[in-house]
């Protein structure tokens, strides 16, 4: 029986949220589940292309430990689910207007493009939906 | 005689050996096996309910010397 897909609004740019998010989507893809991340608002400053931990990654005291005890990266999980498993990631097509941000701007061969949020919600109506 | 990959994943925090395993069962042969040494106190229900899910074999699984030891044999 196929599993039921999930899907993951994250919105928040909290590094442990965009942590969270990924180890939810890592692990669901790799287990089998259809996975569908869609980032919006503050989580879309966390995907910028080339910034460093200390650039991309800010939130509270477990933030700090999540670098001290150097957990595995929110973007190389992200990067591992689409590699072992089902897993697509969608940028915030109107998060992406209001930022003047443009695909080319984000981690590279991460998304799987711009999408609205009508159409984000009218699939993850086939699912479960997770909002962070 | 199936030939066993020993991944070292001591001090890796999850999901970072299950990730590991995943990408080792990768490059062996169905009837080959990958024993996963972990610290990570998840990784002894976390590893053999993945094994479930997605339908490998769970060969065996010890606590010693300060670490998990799990070993998978992959079955497809």
Known sequence: MASN????????????KVQMAAMM????????????????MNAILAFAKDATAEIRYHGGPFSKLIKEKHAPDAM????????FGDL????????????????????????????GLTKFLSDAEAGQLVTL | MAERQVIDARGAFCPGPL???????????????VEVWSTDKGSAAD????IEKVHHELVSINEANGHWSIVIRKAK
């Not at chain 1, 899907?7 to 442990?16: A, D, K, P, T, V």
């Open chain 1, 5 to 16: 897909p999930l899907y993951i609004m994250l919105c928040s740019g909290e590094h442990e």
């Open chain 1, 25 to 40: 989507a890592s692990v669901g893809a790799v287990s089998e589940r259809p996975v569908e991340v869609f980032v919006s």
């Open chain 1, 76 to 83: 190389t999980l992200f990067r591992q689910g689409r590699e």
């Open chain 1, 88 to 115: 697509k990631l969608w940028a915030c097509s109107m998060a992406l207007d209001v930022a003047g941000l443009e695909m080319d701007r984000l981690v590279e061969e991460l998304f799987d493009g711009p999408l």
């Open chain 2, 19 to 33: 990730m590991e395993l995943i990408g080792a069962l990768r490059h062996i042969a169905i009837g080959d096996e």
């Open chain 2, 47 to 50: 590893i053999p309910a993945w």
